[in-house]
């Protein structure tokens, strides 16, 4: 195991909807980048937050938004969800946003958007 | 452009043998890093290997090696005595780093099949 943990595991949302995924990062690890993973393709990145504050974004609309607490762990919100929305998202924590660093993936969360 | 190439969509090996999984990459920096991930269907990320664009010799761990021809652009993942457990599905990824910050680049996956 990793150390970083995702909640919840699954979920199941109505369009339109708003939705929070959590993610603990690594001890001693504060960087955490997100990632939106679509079913029978790669993981596509969304954000990255470095000691609180978004320091890189992928080709995501603003209603992908996230927050990071002092302790490092992580918050992923998408508001007004639309069908396409539909993935694993994962979360990797880091211990640097730069340099040769390993990233560490969670077990993700399953969203289902209907 | 920065880009993944996984060209097998499955492979299909019987148990104790070879398999090779191929990765091609572009990209124009001149320092970056390739990685393999294992993905079960539990869905998490599991390190395999890694491979700086400095190294110069082919990174290995355990049955896992990593066949790196640069002037070429691929990073192919060799699983040497393939057992029931490796079938999952293998990522190659590359990290950029660029605006300051890295980011992993996917390629859309091999799915490995391995059988008894």
């Known amino acids: 195991e990793t150390g970083v943990t995702q909640s919840p595991t699954h979920l199941i949302k109505t369009r339109g909807q708003q939705v929070t995924l959590r993610c603990s990062s690594q001890?001693?690890?504060?960087?955490v980048s997100w990632y939106q993973q679509a079913l029978g393709q790669g993981p596509q990145f969304i954000f990255q937050?470095?000691?609180?504050?978004?320091?890189g974004r992928g080709n995501f609309p603003p209603r992908f938004s996230g927050l990071q607490f002092p302790n490092y762990s992580s918050e992923l919100n998408v508001n007004a969800l639309e069908l396409d929305d539909s993935a694993l998202y994962l979360c990797?924590?880091?211990?640097?946003?730069?340099?040769?660093?390993?990233?560490?993936f969670g077990q993700g969360t399953r969203l289902t958007v209907v | 452009a920065q880009k993944i190439t996984q060209t097998q969509p499955g492979m299909f090996v019987q148990e104790k043998e070879a398999v090779t999984l191929d990765c091609t990459y572009d990209?124009?920096?001149?320092?970056?890093?390739l990685f393999w991930y294992k993905q079960p269907s539990s869905g998490e990320m599991i390190f395999l290997i890694y491979?700086?664009?400095?190294?110069?010799q082919n990174a290995t761990e355990g049955r896992y090696s990593l066949n790196f021809q640069k002037a070429r652009k691929s990073a192919n993942l060799v699983i040497s005595a393939s057992q029931l457990g490796d079938s999952a599905m293998y990522f190659c990824?590359?990290?950029?780093?660029?605006?300051?910050?890295?980011?992993?680049?996917f390629g859309a996956g091999t799915r490995l099949a391995v059988h008894p």
């Open positions: 990797a924590s880091s211990i640097s946003s730069v340099g040769n660093t390993e990233a560490f």
């Open positions: 937050y470095y000691r609180e504050e978004e320091n």
């Open positions: 001890s001693g690890h504060n960087t």
């Open positions: 491979q700086g664009s400095y190294d110069e």
């Open positions: 990209t124009s920096d001149q320092s970056y890093g």
């Open positions: 990824a590359m990290r950029t780093e660029s605006g300051g910050y890295n980011k992993l680049i």
